[in-house]
């Protein structure tokens, strides 16, 4: 069992940053997974946008609208999964949530459905 808490949402103006954060409460694994999904205001009905990932090996993927603005990073000896968020845009308001699987994958996907594990969310509202 996996639970995962996020945290370092806020509001801030278009241009700013933000870092989130998401701690996992789980058994050591040597084999895993976790990403960053968002979903937009409005869109609650439409598959959460995967946004990045990285896996046991240290392999990460970003999504092409967050690439050289973001960076997903963790601390394995504080069980914990970072994700900077520079240069923000209006667009990129959104509930943020982090996700987890167990077991190896050679790739990171980013589409909600390899993700076991998601935590409730952190706001980000970017105004422009």
């Known amino acids: 069992q996996v639970q995962l808490v996020e945290s370092g949402g806020d509001s801030v103006q278009a241009g700013g940053s933000l870092r989130l954060s998401c701690v996992a409460f789980?058994?050591?694994?040597?084999?895993?997974?976790m990403a960053w999904f968002r979903q937009a205001p409005g869109k609650e009905g439409k598959e959460r946008e995967g946004?990045?990932?990285?896996?046991?090996?240290?392999?990460?993927s970003y999504a092409d609208s967050v690439k050289g603005r973001f960076t997903i990073s963790e601390d394995n000896a504080k069980n914990t999964l970072y994700l900077q968020m520079n240069d923000l845009k209006p667009d990129d308001t959104a509930m943020y949530y982090c996700?987890?699987?167990?077991?190896?994958?050679?790739?990171?996907?980013?589409?909600?459905?390899?993700?076991?594990?998601w935590g409730q969310g952190t706001q980000v509202t970017v105004s422009s």
């Open positions: 996700a987890a699987a167990i077991g190896y994958m050679n790739r990171v996907p980013l589409s909600w459905a390899w993700y076991r594990y």
């Open positions: 789980r058994e050591i694994y040597n084999d895993y997974r």
């Open positions: 946004v990045a990932g990285i896996n046991s090996d240290g392999l990460i």
